[in-house]
Nanobody, 115 residues
Framework: VQLQASGGGLVQAGGSLTLSCVVS????????MGWYRQAPDLQRELVAG???????NYVDSVKGRFTISRDNAKNTMYLQMNSLKPEDTAVYYC??????????WGQGTQVTVSS
C-alpha cells in the first residue's frame, strides 16, 4: 500500500496550493481519507477528512479556505488551500481510514507560508 503526497511548497500569505495524495494497493473508493498537519513544537492536527461517500469535515481554522475532494477514478484525494496564512505552515500528511481507524499514512509534504 502506498499513499504518495505531493504539492507542498513555499507560498506567500494569501496564496494558494493544492495538495494531492495518490493511493495504490487498496480499494481507494472504500476508504475514508484525510489530511493531518504538524507544525514544529505543536501537536498533530486533523485538518480535513472526506468519507468514502464524499462527506467532508474541516477543522474550524480552515473552514471557508480549504476544500477537500476525491477522485475515485484516479485513486486520488486533493486538498485545495486558499487564502493561506503563516499559521498554516506545517508538514501535511494524508491518511486512509476504514471502520474508524487510520490504517495507512503517506509521507509528509511541507507547506510553508511566508508573511
Amino acid at each position: 500500500v502506498q499513499l504518495q503526497a505531493s504539492g507542498g511548497g513555499l507560498v506567500q500569505a494569501g496564496g494558494s496550493l493544492t495538495l494531492s495524495c495518490v493511493v495504490s494497493g487498496v480499494a481507494f473508493s472504500t476508504y475514508g481519507m484525510g489530511w493531518y498537519r504538524q507544525a514544529p513544537d505543536l501537536q498533530r492536527e486533523l485538518v480535513a477528512g472526506i468519507s468514502s461517500r464524499g462527506i467532508t469535515n474541516y477543522v474550524d481554522s480552515v473552514k471557508g479556505r480549504f476544500t477537500i475532494s476525491r477522485d475515485n477514478a484516479k485513486n486520488t484525494m486533493y486538498l485545495q488551500m486558499n487564502s493561506l496564512k503563516p499559521e498554516d505552515t506545517a508538514v501535511y500528511y494524508c491518511y486512509a481510514q476504514s471502520w474508524g481507524a487510520i490504517h495507512y499514512w503517506g509521507q509528509g509534504t511541507q507547506v510553508t507560508v511566508s508573511s
